[in-house]
């Protein structure tokens, strides 16, 4: 399974929150948001603190992708 946090980055411009101001406010790591940007695994306790920060759910800001199998290749 693949993840994408393009519905965090949605959310933050309808929030209109910068990359920055997101850590800050979710206290996170810089390398954490990198980690976000390159759509690699990060640890639940940090969606954890960015829905606190953003008032809402883990389904809102990463959604989970089936990689195709060898048959659908």
């Known amino acids: 399974m693949a993840v ?3 519905k965090l980055w949605k959310l933050m411009i309808d929030k209109k929150l910068s990359k920055t101001e997101l850590t800050h ?6 390398n954490a948001m990198a980690k976000l940007g390159r759509d690699e695994d990060v ?9 606190i920060a953003l008032d809402c759910n883990v389904e809102d800001i990463v959604e989970f992708i089936a990689e195709p199998t060898m048959e659908e290749k």
């Open 43 to 51: 640890r639940v306790n940090i969606l954890e603190k960015i829905c």
């Open 25 to 30: 406010i979710a206290g996170i790591s810089t």
């Open 4 to 6: 994408s946090y393009n």
